[in-house]
């Protein structure tokens, strides 16, 4: 795998107010927050850009809303926050793309030379998958970090549920099989940036 020196990881949405299991229900993939600090740790020191996206719900019981500690970074992303010596964007969304945040990442992106992006975070089938194919779609080169995100069971229509195990696997083969991204492993990213 090949990373470029420009390559920027795009952290999306890895917020306190995802803990509370009791808004959310059951997730997969406990080793995600391993994983997305794993990919942090790799990425500052080589001096690659760093996004970090925050999610700023409008929906008034969201345990993401602004002014709750629920919106807070948790504590390892706010830590490594300005720890790199490579440019870092801090952006604001209320929607799933991190692409209709403010500031303005694409253009933010193009500015600093990014043609390749990494997306890590939460959730997997929604604001990381939809910045995932917008940014595909955008024409950059998307590594999708399946296991640096994770997802939460949910109920669709006509009572259908799926797994967040499930939920993920199906965004790894949209993601994948559409040419949105490619599905990748932190190991992966983080033996190709040492």
């Not at 500031?103 to 992006?117: H, K």
């Not at 790894?172 to 599905?183: D, K, Q, R, W």
Request: net charge negative; hydrophobic share 40%.
């Amino acid at each position: 795998m090949e990373i470029a020196e420009s390559a920027a990881l795009v952290v999306v949405d890895v917020q306190q107010g995802f803990e509370e299991e009791a808004y959310w229900g059951p997730r997969d993939n406990p080793e995600a927050d391993r994983n997305i600090a794993r990919l942090l740790d790799a990425w500052q020191p080589s001096g690659r850009p760093v996004v970090f996206v925050r999610h700023d719900s409008l929906t008034p019981d969201s345990p993401l809303r602004e002014g709750y500690p629920g919106n807070a970074f948790k504590g390892y992303v706010e830590e490594r926050r300005g720890r790199g010596p490579g440019p870092e964007l801090f952006l604001t969304k209320s929607v799933n793309s991190a692409f209709y945040g403010t500031p303005d990442l694409d253009a933010w992106l193009r500015e600093a030379g990014v043609r390749q992006i990494v997306v890590a975070g939460i959730q997997t089938n929604m604001c990381a998958e939809t910045t995932a194919r917008m940014g595909g779609n955008l024409g950059y080169e998307v590594l999708f970090a399946l296991d640096a995100t994770h997802t939460f069971d949910a109920v669709g229509p006509w009572g259908w549920r799926l797994s967040a195990r499930e939920l993920a696997r199906a965004t790894a083969v949209t993601l994948h099989g559409g040419g949105f991204a490619s599905v990748v492993r932190t190991e992966d990213l983080v033996a190709s940036v040492a």
